[in-house]
């Protein structure tokens, strides 16, 4: 049996718990702090149906490539935080570790995001344009290529499109990522309930 999901509620440790600590105050893990897989599968749920609120919600329709880029980018770092949260033992808001977006896929890659060999390297190239888009005025309309290439289905017909078409191609491409990403931490979670012994 496994124990890699094995989850409680808990805090890292304050100053004032180490000061409670010394002064007696007992401290640990109690059988209420642990969440239970029945919490965990309903939390599965609930990240299914706020991915698609927030998908429908911060999208773009037109073709603002910049506008577009960084509503991309906050989706995908939605989805890094909550495959951080649902991986980690202890379960409490990832937010206030202020990890940045190449932080978060290290963490994700440690705690065993799949090897994809196109999904961290093209999170990357998402990170440089959301760079530019947010710290410049130009963006590099070659490195949305490049992006859209890792997933088109003809390589060759990336080169020639219009802002327009790159817009739709990367509004489809986030969606493509996004759900992938929901469909590893579905797989992995439900791998983990199966071999502790719960059956489907």
Do not use: C
Not at 36 to 64: F, I, T, V, Y
Not at 80 to 106: C, G, H, N, W
Not at 108 to 116: E, K, M, N, Q, T
């Amino acid at each position: 049996m496994t124990r890699r999901f094995v989850r409680v509620r808990r805090g890292r440790p304050t100053l004032a718990d180490a000061e409670a600590f010394l002064l007696g105050r007992p401290h640990g893990v109690w059988k209420s702090d642990y969440v239970s897989p029945k919490e965990r599968l309903l939390r599965l749920a609930e990240l299914r149906s706020q991915l698609k609120r927030l998908l429908r919600a911060n999208l773009p329709s037109g073709p603002r490539l910049d506008l577009l880029i960084l509503k991309a980018h906050l989706l995908v770092e939605f989805m890094l935080t909550q495959y951080i949260a649902l991986r980690s033992y202890y379960e409490y808001d990832v937010s206030v570790e202020r990890l940045t977006f190449p932080q978060k896929m290290a963490v994700a890659h440690i705690l065993g995001y799949p090897l994809d060999p196109v999904l961290m390297p093209s999170l990357e190239l998402l990170n440089r344009l959301r760079n530019q888009v947010a710290h410049g005025f130009e963006l590099d309309r070659a490195v949305i290529d490049r992006f859209l290439r890792l997933y088109a289905e003809d390589p060759e017909a990336v080169a020639d499109h219009t802002d327009r078409r790159r817009a739709g191609d990367l509004r489809s491409t986030l969606r493509t990522i996004v759900w992938g990403m929901l469909g590893v931490i579905e797989a992995q979670h439900v791998e983990a309930y199966e071999e502790r012994g719960h059956g489907a």
